[in-house]
Nanobody, 118 residues
Framework: QVQLVESGGGLVQPGGSLRLSCAAS????????MGWYRQAPGKQRELVAT???????KYADSVKGRFTISRDNAKNTEYLQMNSLKPEDTAIYVC????????????WGQGTQVTVSS
């Protein structure tokens, strides 16, 4: 079992920055890819970014150049640095972790609210 706890959400003005954290505990040795997803009101959950255990990253087109995903394996924590935030970035941000072994198991955090508004 893996437990994920997000932190760092909040209210920020357009153009501002926030850094989200996702701390993993439990069977952390089993974690392979970690990622961030978001869900805005009335919309489906969408992928924001992913990072592999060796640091390879992927981003949604909508956040490329503005968001940076990273992870500190020693602290069992992943981060999402969000810059140049826009109102359309408003959503609940959820981190996830996928096990290395097959069949893969996906774990989800509870989510943290990010609101971009003036």
């Amino acid at each position: 079992q893996v437990q994920l706890v997000e932190s760092g959400g909040g209210l920020v003005q357009p153009g501002g920055s926030l850094r989200l954290s996702c701390a993993a505990s439990g069977s952390i040795f089993s974690i392979g890819v970690m990622g961030w997803y978001r869900q805005a009101p009335g919309k489906q959950r969408e992928l924001v970014a992913t990072i592999t255990s060796d640091g390879s990253t992927k981003y949604a087109d909508s956040v490329k150049g503005r968001f940076t995903i990273s992870r500190d394996n020693a602290k069992n924590t992943e981060y999402l640095q969000m810059n140049s935030l826009k109102p359309e970035d408003t959503a609940i941000y959820v981190c996830n972790a996928v096990t290395k072994e097959v069949p893969r198991v996906i774990y989800w955090g509870q989510g943290t609210q990010v609101t971009v508004s003036s």
